[in-house]
Nanobody
Framework: QVQLVESGGGLVQAGGSLRLSCAAS????????VAWFRQAPGKEREFVAG?????GNTANADGRFTISRDNAKNTVYLQMNSLKPEDTAVYYC????????????WGQGTQVTVSS
């Protein structure tokens, strides 16, 4: 089983940037897809960005955000630029193995707050 720990959240002014990290332990992410999700108060969780580890294919829901990986550190990053107050949410990373349909392991989340 993969354990995930997010970090890098905080308070930032609108227009600023943050880089979130998701460090994995327990297993290498080589056979997994990794994604970032976020959930704002009173809203449903939504997909932000994802990466298929083995081939590096990425998908972004917003062009301001970029997902990347560090093989040596078994870590995934989410670079967030031009942040807006509506980006305020708890950000989670999650993984699923190549044979799984749903994301099966989740981190505890990191709070991102964007002030206007």
């Amino acid at each position: 089983q993969v354990q995930l720990v997010e970090s890098g959240g905080g308070l930032v002014q609108a227009g600023g940037s943050l880089r979130l990290s998701c460090a994995a332990s327990g297993r290498t992410l080589r056979d997994y897809s990794v994604a970032w999700f976020r959930q704002a108060p009173g809203k449903e969780r939504e997909f932000v960005a994802g990466i298929r580890w083995s081939v590096g294919n990425t998908a972004n829901a917003d062009g301001r955000f970029t997902i990347s990986r560090d093989n040596a550190k078994n870590t995934v990053y989410l670079q967030m630029n031009s942040l807006k107050p509506e980006d305020t949410a708890v950000y989670y990373c999650a993984v699923k193995a190549y044979y799984e349909v749903d994301y099966s392991s989740w981190g505890q989340g990191t709070q991102v707050t964007v002030s206007s």
